[in-house]
Structure formats: C-alpha cells, structure tokens
C-alpha cells in the first residue's frame, strides 16, 4: 500500500529564514514521482516541486529544493529565505502508477514577520 | 491559472438534493481527476478518467458517480447528499498517465459545496 506521512499539523517561520516541511512515504514499487503542492488561504492548489525515484540530483525549483533521502524515505521540502506569502499549506504527495495521487495531511506553515 | 476550470465555484443545497460539478481540463490532457477536500479528512482521491474510460478508484461514494465526455469536459454527480458531503472539491489533469510516474497535476480553483 501507498502512503505519505506529514508529522508536523503547523510550522512557523521567521521572515527570511530557511524551513524544512517533512514529508516521507512508503510504497514498494521502485518507480514513483513524489510532488509538493501549496495551497494558499484563497484555496487553489499550486504545483512546486517534483522528485523522481530514479533521479540521482535534488530537485531545485527557485527557492524551493527537495531533500530526497531513499533510503529513509523521505522528501522533505526546504523553502530558502522564507517570505510573507509563503503562508499557506504544504501537500506532500506521491504518485506510483502516474494515475492515482497519494496526498499527506499537510503542514501549515506560517511566516512570521 | 493552471488551465483547468471548474464551475460552479460555490454550491449550496440542501440535504438530500443531487448536484452536478463540472470541470474542463487543460488543453490537451486527457487525464481528469477529482478530489475531495473536507477539514477533517484532508485530500482525499474519488476517481480518475482518461480519455473518456475510468481509469483508478479511490474513496468514493456509491452516491457520488462521474464520467468523462468526449470533449474531455467531466463532471461528478453527487446524490442523496448529507451535511457531511459540504467540502471543497477539486478537479486536476494531467498529460498522458502511463507514459511514466512524472504526471504533475494541474488542479482547478475548486467548488465549495455546502450542504445545509
């Protein structure tokens, strides 16, 4: 069975400090994709980042980079000098046929000014 | 704008009722995928279509039902409705799924549904 885990309900974060959201999963297919998605209070789902099982580098996407450890299962997402805008909820997810999506219960992150 | 819109964006009704949500996927994809999302149960996958045919279950309701038309548009029906049904939900699509785990979803604004 699939499944993503994201331990931390709420974060916070001082105003141009770095964050780290932690995300790990568990499938045992050796191919999947693992995505993170931020949802703002206005409510749509923004698409950030990708990270595939058989990539050997991080993903990086601007001040968004994804701490891929295979071994521990784990994709967390660092978010780089943090801004007001940041606020939002952060998905997790994971996906192993390119079908269904496996989503986490999410983190709120706030940003403290 | 991620290209996928969805309509209506809110919907109230009453318990009991039947609605329709529609949703029309970027140009070009021909995966469709709906969520629900409620407070307490997170993002919850319902079903996906592809080119018209049902591709993957997940949590969906014997009351609840969609389909995809030949146009690709899609819509989720929702029946005999219960104040527990009242949640957002998001429609996505994405390119062709098969062709690799790479698939990001492109996920529409959402339709609040409010069951009174």
């Known amino acids: 069975a699939q499944k993503i885990t994201q331990t931390q309900p709420g974060m916070f974060v001082q105003e141009k400090e770095a964050v780290t959201l932690d995300c790990t999963y568990d499938?045992?297919?050796?191919?999947?994709?693992l995505f993170w998605y931020k949802q703002p209070s206005s409510g749509e789902m923004i698409f950030l980042i990708y990270?595939?099982?058989?990539?050997?580098q991080n993903a990086t996407e601007g001040r968004y980079s994804l701490n891929f450890q295979k071994a521990r299962k784990s994709a967390n997402l660092v978010i780089s000098a943090s801004q007001l805008g940041d606020s939002a909820m952060y998905f997790c997810?994971?996906?192993?046929?390119?079908?269904?999506?496996?989503f986490g219960t999410g983190t709120s992150l706030t940003v403290i000014p | 704008d991620s290209g996928v819109t969805q309509t209506p964006k809110h919907l109230i009704t009453a318990t009991g009722q039947r609605v329709t949500l529609r949703c029309s996927p970027r140009?070009?994809?021909?995966?469709v995928y709906w969520y629900q999302q409620s407070l307490d149960q997170g993002l919850q996958f319902l079903i996906q279509?592809?080119?018209?045919?049902?591709?993957a279950k997940g949590n969906i309701l014997e009351r609840f039902s969609a389909q995809q038309f030949p146009d690709l548009h899609s819509e989720l029906n929702l029946s005999s409705l219960e104040l527990g049904d009242s949640a957002l939900y998001f429609c996505?699509?994405?390119?062709?799924?098969?062709?690799?785990?790479?698939?990001?979803?492109?996920f529409g604004p959402g339709t609040r549904l409010t069951v009174l």
């Open positions: 997810a994971m996906s192993v046929t390119g079908n269904q999506f496996y």
């Open positions: 140009s070009g994809d021909l995966s």
């Open positions: 279509y592809y080119n018209g045919e049902e591709r």
């Open positions: 990270q595939g099982s058989y990539d050997q």
């Open positions: 996505a699509s994405s390119a062709n799924p098969g062709q690799g785990f790479y698939n990001e979803q492109f």
């Open positions: 499938t045992s297919d050796p191919s999947y994709g």
